[in-house]
């Protein structure tokens, strides 16, 4: 007998005509917010990478990614270790990895994290969150080229209900930036207590 086939969920990719879509414009106020980074790297490092929810290799923007705590920022980069690794994170990981915050001026934002933005791109939360990171990559690549001219997708961090800003160097956006290094992941008393409360083990 043929296998049962399994089912499946659509997944929604920008459509053709999403440039023209009415996508409503949020202004993000001016706030400072944290990040998590190689202490080799500077704070305000750029880029595109293809392990970053919204980074396509065919942006026209480098991006950053920064949350609004240190808690939320220690899950977006070791909650894939909490989960899968049976709380163990590779000490070669931690080691090294700093804490900063980072002063962000207002910006317009496409706030996929509420209800109205995702309905006017035509797009649910599944699509946005798949393991198949081509996908969320595709509708990271349509905001940055719509005429809207977003700065930053605002987005909820897929381990903790809280928002993330995924910014965006247009219009010279990393010269209006103020990063301000708060210390080493391991000196700092807050991310030794967040081990703690996971009982994470550095191995």
Excluded at 110 to 120: D, L, N, P, Q
């Amino acid at each position: 007998m043929p296998s049962k086939v399994k089912p499946a969920r659509t997944l929604r990719r920008p459509g053709t005509d999403f440039d023209t879509r009415m996508i409503p414009v949020t202004r993000q106020p001016e706030r400072t917010w944290f990040r998590v980074h190689r202490g080799a790297a500077s704070a305000l490092d750029f880029g595109i990478h293809d392990h970053r929810r919204f980074s396509h290799g065919s942006c026209p923007y480098p991006l950053l990614y920064v949350g609004p705590s240190i808690q939320t920022c220690l899950w977006e980069v070791f909650g894939d270790d909490i989960f899968q690794n049976d709380c163990t994170i590779a000490i070669s990981k931690w080691t090294g990895r700093c804490f900063s915050q980072i002063t962000v001026p207002e910006l317009k934002v496409c706030a996929i994290s509420t209800e109205r933005t995702r309905e006017a791109m035509a797009v649910d939360k599944t699509s946005l969150l798949d393991d198949d990171l081509s996908i969320p990559q595709e509708w990271g690549l349509s905001v940055q080229k719509h005429s809207a001219g977003f700065e930053a997708i605002k987005y909820t961090s897929r381990f903790v209900d809280q928002p993330c800003l995924a910014l965006f160097d247009r219009d010279g956006l990393k010269s209006k930036l103020k990063a301000k290094l708060l210390g080493e992941l391991e000196n700092l008393d807050t991310a030794v207590d967040w081990l703690h409360e996971r009982k994470a083990a550095l191995v």
